[in-house]
């Protein structure tokens, strides 16, 4: 039996690959070995693991002096360092390192890019959404069961639908540049995929996953109370009281009766996605004029979310209702 000798090792399914075509371009015969899995949480994480790129030993020579063209140092024997890290920066905007970069790679990875790749759905970050989506909803709820134990149930259920939405999920993720790091098929990538706000939001609940996959509850927490602190803030910073805070509709509306306004009037403009995955967007009018525009993965969320942007618009005084009741 032919002798083969480890090349390569690393924690990365894409990185694997790379290594792998590298060789075969080059008329070796690498092959990728598996570790047994590490991971015990119950969640389909088939690739997470040791991926080992061997060749036969007589190609070990050759393999090694190929995959030195990498800008890493050079290591003495077959062994060769990691690729050029391209996740450094994401792991810096959120301010956590990964022990198990593979968990980070499946919360990137779309499920166009992986079909591209041959996967199966268990190397897409579908299942991260679902459960960064329970992490999120947990936190989020104990946070507002704590701040505001004197509500009852109705205004906690509001204030945590408000934090927890698309709407703000897709702006996180637009604050951290998540979408530059999606690992995307090459349809996505040309439709413009990495501004989507759904794909931004579901990433961003898959994020969530990864860092409690990695590191446990509490650096889960840690992350959604950092990547969520501005909108906390900002939802404190304007006095809304507990029962409008997350039910911006009513809030546009006392704003526009106390200035002696006719009542918004919400329009669909927009419905794009199968049925099963719809997003709605919707416009807000008041004194003859469009207030604001917003998108949701349903039409009371698109509505709620236009509302917050016309009080921002109608507060910070880019909206003049005054001058258009002149007009």
């Known amino acids: 039996?032919?002798?083969?000798?480890?090349?390569?090792?690393?924690?990365?399914?894409?990185?694997?690959?790379?290594?792998?075509?590298?060789l075969e371009a080059e008329g070796l015969s690498p092959v990728i070995e598996r570790s047994p899995l590490r991971s015990v949480f119950p969640v389909p994480i088939a690739f997470f693991g040791q991926l080992r790129i061997t060749v036969p030993a007589e190609e070990a020579e050759e393999a090694s002096r190929l995959l030195r063209r990498y800008d890493a140092p050079p290591s003495p024997g077959p062994k060769v360092v990691p690729l050029r890290d391209d996740l450094g920066p994401l792991e810096s905007a959120i301010?956590?390192?990964?022990?198990?970069?593979?968990?980070?790679?499946?919360?990137?990875?779309?499920?166009?890019?992986?079909?591209?790749d041959g996967k199966g759905a268990e190397s897409t970050n579908e299942s991260f959404e679902f459960l960064g989506d329970a992490v999120?909803?947990?936190?989020?709820?104990?946070?507002?069961?704590?701040?505001?134990?004197?509500?009852?149930?109705?205004?906690?259920?509001?204030?945590?639908?408000?934090?927890?939405?698309?709407?703000?999920?897709?702006?996180?993720?637009?604050?951290?540049?998540?979408?530059?790091?999606?690992?995307?098929?090459?349809?996505?990538?040309?439709?413009?995929g990495r501004q989507k706000p759904v794909l931004l939001a579901d990433a961003c609940e898959a994020l969530i996953a990864a860092v409690y996959l990695d590191g446990g509850l509490a650096a889960a927490r840690a992350l959604i109370l950092r990547l969520l602190a501005p909108l906390l803030e900002e939802t404190r910073a304007r006095g809304l009281s507990v029962a409008g805070a997350g039910d911006f509709k009513?809030?546009?509306?006392?704003?526009?009766?106390?200035?002696?306004?006719?009542?918004?009037?919400?329009?669909?403009?927009?419905?794009?996605?199968?049925?099963?995955?719809?997003?709605?967007?919707?416009?807000?009018?008041?004194?003859?004029?469009?207030?604001?525009?917003?998108?949701?993965?349903?039409?009371?969320?698109?509505?709620?979310?236009?509302?917050r942007r016309a009080l921002e618009a109608l507060r910070e005084g880019s909206v003049d209702l005054d001058d258009a009741a002149r007009r």
């Open 95 to 116: 301010g956590y390192r990964f022990r198990d970069r593979g968990y980070l790679e499946q919360a990137l990875t779309h499920r166009s890019r992986a079909h591209e």
């Open 250 to 307: 009513s809030s546009l509306q006392e704003y526009l009766q106390a200035r002696r306004q006719p009542p918004p009037a919400y329009r669909i403009v927009d419905q794009a996605g199968p049925d099963h995955d719809k997003v709605f967007t919707v416009d807000v009018a008041a004194a003859g004029q469009v207030l604001a525009q917003a998108s949701g993965r349903s039409r009371k969320e698109a509505e709620q979310q236009a509302a």
């Open 1 to 22: 039996m032919t002798r083969r000798v480890v090349v390569c090792t690393t924690q990365s399914e894409a990185e694997a690959a790379l290594v792998v075509g590298l």
């Open 136 to 192: 999120l909803g947990f936190v989020i709820a104990d946070l507002v069961f704590e701040e505001y134990p004197q509500s009852d149930e109705g205004q906690k259920s509001k204030m945590k639908a408000s934090l927890v939405s698309y709407t703000a999920l897709a702006r996180v993720a637009e604050s951290i540049d998540l979408g530059t790091h999606l690992r995307l098929g090459r349809g996505e990538e040309k439709t413009g």
